[in-house]
């Protein structure tokens, strides 16, 4: 895998309404929007495209993005 999946989940994931709205606009509502706080999830990402983010469980690798997901992002 390219990317760690589970940040990008629809209900689970840090950053599953960002990419929802960047990939599928149209089916997200006025209310998920409001949810975001986008201060906290510029910062959040740079952190994930930076490689700042500790590994889930020890022993793991850190999660990141691809090469083409980051650069989508920033």
Same mark, same amino acid.
């Given at each position: 895998m390219f990317y760690y999946p589970y940040?990008?989940?629809?209900?689970?994931?840090?950053?599953?309404?960002?990419?929802l709205a960047a990939t599928r606009g149209s089916r997200l509502v006025?209310?998920? !929007? $409001?949810?975001?706080?986008?201060?906290?999830?510029?910062?959040?990402?740079?952190n994930y495209v930076l490689v700042r983010v500790q590994p889930p469980q020890p022993g793991l690798p850190r999660p990141?993005?691809?090469? !083409? $997901?980051s650069a989508q992002l920033q």
């Open positions: 940040v990008l989940q629809r209900h689970t994931g840090c950053f599953a309404t960002i990419w006025k209310r998920e !929007y $409001l949810k975001v706080n986008v201060v906290k999830t510029c910062e959040e990402i740079l990141r993005f691809s090469l !083409y $997901l």
